[in-house]
């Protein structure tokens, strides 16, 4: 495993963030979309503050968790937080409606093939 | 007969001058009577009366010549015996007179000219000598005696004289060699001079009995000193490497969190915390040693991850609540420093409140600087206790010596704090228990510079009154103390400003940290990777600066960027749902802006 430089990163640990659980609910999949109820208020606790900022537009769990660099387990537990609060909203994408609506995968390349060529 | 002679001879003896008349006319008186009895004698008697006349008479005179003949002996003895005597009394009353002298004015002279120096011969040679054998014998004595004695007593004086210009002499060197040099020597050898240095370099006293005795004591300093520094460098290294290790396995354990969920990911995080108690102990040891801090920042870290990654160090950690509203931030040369100190006073106010309480961190903005306050609620600690806590952390005893046992922490905050020039204060808390307020003075709070217009566009364009509303709700509710309000107002614009993916003091830096040829450009104080980091941060910029009125701040591409990047990091086994997710992802986006 490569060792990275020392000073790059935050010095808080995970287990701070998550107030030494690291047990999250399944309540959100990697897909689910969440969408931020209020504004941040201050003396929340700055993970908080961006998902709400995050998630003005209805923003997947999976890019929340890139965007804070932080792990989906993590991302998971604080959202449960804000969930339980009721600050967020967590739509489940409507997978069966959006599967049959989608192209054909053939046609998907074909149109990859066709922008790789412009 | 006999008879008459006897008392002539008596009367002689009592009256010499009478007797040469006396005997004569004793004799003629005699021969006259002597005369007559023959003429007046019978004439048949008479040659026989004269017979017997002139042999009485010749008896007569043989007695007189005789007596006359010791008388005159005895005269002359008597005359002579007179003269004798005569002369005797006057030899003895010389000789009087000669004592006398001596004794009362020769002898104190001659002492008093002995005392001045003067030899013993010269001054036998100026007196008068006197007559008597015995005297002038005497008088030679008692010179000679006196002589040897002063001369005695000068070489004693001389002595004594030697003896106490050596007394003053050592004692000056001693009260030199106490007061100057050997402190002197000691501070050099503690500055790491050899013995050799400090024998050489000082001026040590000349007497051996001092020398010596001042030279072993430098010389078994010098080898205490040098172990000591050999034990603590031996220490310090060893820990550097420890330290070294822990940091390696923190970044190691975080690399792993990102990569593994579920029931591995609890496992991982109860290491993590275990390598950061040990991380913990480590620096605290590494401090004391001398050694540095395992980490160097080399950004400003705000407030609440200084807490957070203080209170991460703790076992207790859950215990502890953070009440922190400030955004301000630590410069980074100073944060290792501010986290170990606040954890070592979080872990104290932890390990003495009952398991069951709470410990609570207030952080709170003066214009003095920020000012923690750290309270628990266990047991008040007595005076005595407070007040060797408070030395303890006054940072004045550095010495290894004034360590007590296993109570390590606060002696290391109290380094820290000298170091910084943190003030850290005991004080009984009002929640039953003590409190501890650490005020990190405002060179150590990171420089804020005003967020620039640009990076928040998204709570301008969406929310205009979002900020304004916001603002006076800023003070926290559960405000520890209400004074904190004074200097909020202040900090307002950083307040509001959104937290974005980095705090506001290092926007300005990423904007050119590339070149136009498109290579990163590492600016001074920053790593390489960072600078990759800010570099990949650039590619949004154009699309989220003309795009203002109708598109949200993000574009679909970075969504879509951020989207495969979370996906890639949570792993393979969400692959298939998260496929459609990919469509309706970025499709959500115009509509919700739209």
Redesign the interface.
């Known amino acids: 495993?490569s060792?990275?430089?020392?000073?790059?990163?935050?010095?808080?640990?995970?287990?701070?963030?998550?107030?030494?659980r690291?047990?999250a609910d399944d309540a959100f999949?990697?897909?689910t979309?969440i969408v931020s109820e209020c504004?941040?208020?201050?003396?929340m606790?700055?993970e908080h503050?961006?998902i709400l900022?995050l998630c003005?537009?209805?923003?997947?769990l999976?890019?929340?968790?890139?965007?804070l660099k932080l792990?989906?387990?993590?991302v998971r537990i604080l959202l449960g937080d804000l969930h339980a609060m009721g600050k967020v909203s967590a739509r489940h994408?409507?997978?069966a409606d959006?599967?049959a609506a989608?192209p054909e995968t053939a046609l998907l390349q074909e149109v990859l093939h066709g922008l790789r060529n412009l | 007969m006999p008879v008459p002679a006897r008392p002539r001879q008596r009367r002689s003896a009592q009256k010499t001058g009478s007797t040469p008349v006396v005997f004569p006319a004793v004799l003629v008186v005699t021969a006259a009577g002597a005369g007559a009895a023959v003429g007046l004698a019978p004439e048949g008697a008479r040659p026989w009366v004269a017979g017997t006349a002139i042999a009485a008479w010749g008896c007569i005179a043989a007695v007189v010549a005789f007596t006359s003949a010791r008388l005159r002996k005895a005269h002359r003895q008597t005359v002579s015996r007179t003269g004798e005597l005569e002369m005797t009394k006057n030899n003895w009353s010389q000789h009087g007179a000669e004592t006398d002298q001596l004794v009362n004015v020769t002898l104190p002279a001659v002492a008093e000219q002995l005392k001045n120096g003067v030899g013993a011969d010269k001054v036998l040679a100026g007196l008068p000598t006197p007559s008597d054998p015995y005297l002038r014998r005497m008088l030679h004595v008692f010179t000679t005696e006196v002589a040897q004695s002063v001369r005695r007593t000068t070489d004693a004086q001389s002595d004594l004289d030697m003896m106490r210009r050596e007394l003053a002499l050592g004692t000056q060197e001693l009260e030199r060699l106490t007061n100057d040099t050997l402190p002197a020597a000691v501070s050099l050898l503690r500055e790491g001079s050899s013995a050799d240095t400090v024998l050489a370099k000082l001026d040590w006293p000349s007497n051996p009995l001092l020398r010596s005795p001042a030279e072993s004591f430098i010389r078994e300093l010098a080898y205490s000193e040098r172990r000591s520094a050999a034990a603590q460098a031996a220490s310090a290294k060893a820990l550097s490497r420890v330290q070294a290790k822990t940091v390696g396995m923190l970044a190691d354990l975080r690399d792993m969190q990102d990569r593994h969920g579920g029931e591995i990911f609890g496992d991982l995080l109860r290491l993590d915390h275990s390598t950061s108690q040990l991380g913990l102990m480590t620096d605290r040891l590494a401090l004391l040693m001398g050694g540095r801090s395992s980490r160097v920042w080399n950004k400003p870290i705000v407030m609440e991850s200084i807490l957070r990654g203080s209170v991460g160090r703790i076992a207790a950690y859950r215990r502890v609540r953070l009440h922190n509203s400030s955004k301000a931030s630590i410069a980074g040369f100073a944060a290792e420093g501010v986290m170990h100190l606040l954890a070592e006073l979080m872990d104290n106010a932890a390990n003495f409140s009952p398991p069951i309480d709470e410990v609570h961190v207030y952080v709170e903005e003066r214009s003095a600087g920020l000012v923690i306050t750290i309270e628990d609620s266990g047991l008040k600690m007595s005076d005595a206790s407070m007040r060797r806590a408070e030395e303890s952390v006054s940072g004045q005893v550095t010495d290894l010596a004034s360590l007590q046992g296993t109570r390590l922490g606060l002696s290391v905050v109290g380094r820290l704090a000298a170091k910084h020039g943190i003030s850290v204060n005991y004080r009984p808390s009002s929640r039953g228990g003590t409190g501890v307020v650490v005020l990190l003075p405002p060179q150590l709070v990171a420089q804020q510079r005003e967020p620039v217009g640009p990076e928040r566009p998204r709570p301008g364009a969406d929310l205009p009154t979002a900020p304004p509303a916001a603002a006076p709700v800023a003070p926290p509710a559960p405000a520890p103390v209400p004074a904190a309000e004074e200097s909020f107002p202040v900090r307002t614009p950083q307040a509001t400003a959104p937290v974005d993916e980095a705090p506001p003091v290092d926007i300005p830096r990423r904007r050119g940290a590339a070149t136009p040829g498109g290579l990163p450009v590492r600016a001074p104080g920053r790593t390489m990777a960072e600078a990759e980091r800010g570099r990949t941060k650039n590619a949004p910029e154009p699309s989220r600066a003309e795009p203002d009125a109708n598109a949200p701040a993000r574009d679909a591409g970075s969504r879509f960027g951020a989207f495969h990047r979370g996906r890639h990091a949570a792993g393979t086994t969400d692959a298939s749902p998260a496929a459609p997710g990919e469509d309706t992802g970025p499709g959500t986006g115009p509509e919700a802006a739209g």
Not at chain 1, 39 to 43: H, I, L, M, R, V
């Open positions: 495993m060792r990275k430089p020392v000073d790059i990163g935050d010095p808080d640990r995970l287990y701070t963030v998550t107030g030494g690291s047990e999949d990697l897909v979309l504004e941040p208020a201050a003396g606790q700055s503050v961006r900022e003005r537009h209805p923003t997947a999976v890019e929340v968790s890139a965007e792990p989906i387990t993590v994408p409507r997978a959006s599967v989608l």
